[in-house]
């Protein structure tokens, strides 16, 4: 990758239950957040064991994951009020360093 410019942003994964999903998406949405994929989670482990989606009888307990890639001044504020959805119920987040080739799409 030395001679194709990358640009430094950060990539939010949030993991929450996928009834809560298009509350989520409204939110970001709301933020003018710039993009966002939500993918299906097909299993994990975590404080409650482990689970399989294919053994899930409703959505209740589906999870799904949102990746957003943004500008790392405009974190802060997204954190702020995910963190309000999530404190209600179930969810991860994690924060992390990303490169991509163009930055005028975040």
């Known amino acids: ?6 640009y430094p ?7 929450i239950e996928a009834p809560f999903l298009n509350r989520l998406l409204d939110l970001l949405d709301g ?3 710039p993009g966002y994929s939500a993918l299906p989670l097909l299993a994990g482990r975590g404080n409650s064991g482990s ?3 294919d053994s ?3 959505d209740a307990g589906r999870m799904v994951q ?3 890639v943004l500008d790392e001044k405009r974190v802060a504020a997204v954190l702020k009020e995910v963190k309000r959805v999530l404190d209600r119920q179930m969810g991860i987040v994690t924060i992390g360093d990303v490169q991509v080739l163009r ?3 975040f």
Not at 9 to 15: E, G, P, Q, V
Request: glycine letters at 0%.
């Open 9 to 15: 942003k950060k990539r939010l994964s949030i993991i």
């Open 1 to 6: 990758m030395d001679d194709l410019p990358t």
């Open 66 to 68: 949102v990746l957003v």
């Open 103 to 105: 930055p005028e799409h």
């Open 31 to 33: 933020l003018d957040v």
């Open 51 to 53: 689970w399989r989606r």
């Open 56 to 58: 899930l009888s409703s």
